[in-house]
Every structure is written in structure tokens, then in C-alpha cells.
């Protein structure tokens, strides 16, 4: 756990062993079918989430299966996010390392896995303000990722509000859990939203249930500033996903898979959209949230 990191040495790290892959697109695909996941998360790669190893065993434990499953399904990019089931009994320590081992993860294949999304806990306080910063300055990640249920806490928890306005000073994107349950409601999200009109935040696995899709769906009509994901599953399937575009915008749906691609991806590819839109959504819209190659 004491091992120190920064990104400079990781790609150093990563070039010297020669391990910085070249970006493979899906041989044959259309325009459109370029996908950019942007929901998928790293765990501690043990049963009981623990022990956490050098930074180099975390990176290991991930960076080869990640990449078969891309391959797998036609996945040309993934941001890579920290998972939250993480063991905290060293608390920051150990959010710190989930943070580096993201940024190990981007360093050693920047083409196939170009963005980051960390971690900190509403329970750290203080010490997350921190984190964040050492985040955004020193290991170059790109947004910070809440699964509030897991931590046992609200998503308009008090604290939520500093830990956003140090996420906005810094540049950050916030991606929030919503689910239709006690601690992830999407109503909870609105009020942040409305609190924060000026920062964009991404609403993750918002459309899986009915009362999760016309809630989000209505919320989004009114909160300019939500996006939203299409993890783990769409409500509805192929079926829904034209109404969806046609209610909040095809500019405003990032496909993400959170490891289900048949109930996401390919209801995307088998869907009545547009090519056009299919494009935004599978690749343009993430592409662009991060400043990313269209």
C-alpha cells in the first residue's frame, strides 16, 4: 500500500517495457460502430475485494481481460473507472490506491483505454477534497465516479456539495449512480443538479427499471445538465431507445455496458435509429465529454 505513483512514471514504466498497445478498431465495422464504453469499473480482483497488492498486481489483474472483452464485442475504447466495493479498512489509503491503479490502467494502453475515472468516499471528508486534487493534478484522471448505496450514504448527502464544487473547480466530471432505491433515487440527483446548473453530470444505470426510465426521462427534460448512460441494461430494449432520443436527444446518451453489452451494445446496434444518432451515442457523445478523437 505504501507504494508511491505518479502518471509520468507510469508511462515511463509502461513504454520501457513496451506495453503501450495500438489502438485495434473492429476490422469491417461501420462508421457508426466504433464504440466508446464509458462504463466499465475495476475491483480489487479477489473474492472478499482484498488484498490490494502492488500497484503493478492491480493493473495486471485487469488490464488483459479488459481488452479481451472488448475485443470480444467490437469495443474500440473504454474509459476504465475505480469500482466501489472496495476494502476501506485503511480508509483514504486505500482509495488512493483504486485511484493509481486506474491511472496505471490508462498509462499502460492509452489508445484502447484513454480516460480514468476514479474514486473518494463522502465519508473521508476532508482527506476526498485532497484526493480529488492529487486526481485531477497529478494523475491526470478525468472525472470521479459515486455509487452512493454501497457506502451507505445519499446522494444529497451534505457533503456532496464541496466534494462537487471541488470537482467543478477542477475540472472534473461527476458520474453519479441512480437507481430507484432509498439512497440512489434519481429526485436525489435533481436536487444536485439544480444546485450546480453550470456542471455537467452523468446520471450511470438510470434506465433499467420503468419507474427508473420516466423519472430520469423527466428529470433530464428539465436538467440540462444531465447526460445519462445506457448500463446495464436498457428498460424496454430496442423498442425504447427511439423514444428515449426523441424525448431527451441523442446528444445527451452515452453507451456504456457496465460488462452486459447484450442488453446495451446490441440493443444500440439493432435499434431503428439513425446511423447518425447511433454514432453520437456509441462513440461522439463520450469522445466529446473528454475531449477525445470523434
Known sequence: ??????????????????????????????????????????????????????????????????????????????????????????????????????????????????????????SDGDLSLRELERMAKELKLRGVGWHHADEGAYIDNPFMRPLLRQVQALGLIPFIHVREREYENWWRLDVLAGEFPDLTIVAMSGITTTD?????????KRRKNLLMDTAPAIYGGDQFLPDLVKRVGADRVLFGTDSNPTLTLEVIRRSSLSDEDKKKILSGNTAKLFGQPA
Open 1 to 122: 500500500m505504501s507504494e508511491q505513483f505518479s502518471r509520468r512514471q507510469a508511462l515511463a514504466m509502461a513504454g520501457a517495457a513496451g506495453l503501450v498497445a495500438a489502438a485495434s478498431p473492429a476490422l469491417g465495422a461501420a462508421d457508426w460502430d466504433k464504440p466508446f464504453d464509458v462504463h466499465a469499473h475495476m475491483e480489487p480482483g479477489t473474492p472478499d475485494y482484498a488484498p490490494f497488492g502492488t500497484l503493478t498486481q492491480m493493473v495486471n489483474q485487469h488490464y488483459q481481460e479488459r481488452l479481451d472483452y472488448m475485443d470480444r464485442n467490437g469495443i474500440v475504447r473504454s474509459a476504465v473507472s475505480a469500482g466501489y466495493r472496495y476494502r476501506r479498512g485503511e480508509g483514504i489509503v486505500n482509495t488512493r490506491a483504486m485511484n493509481d491503479m486506474i491511472a496505471g490502467l490508462v498509462a499502460k494502453n492509452p489508445q484502447r483505454l484513454p480516460v480514468g475515472i476514479g474514486v473518494v468516499q463522502v
Open 212 to 220: 427508473d426510465r420516466e423519472h430520469g426521462v423527466d428529470i433530464m
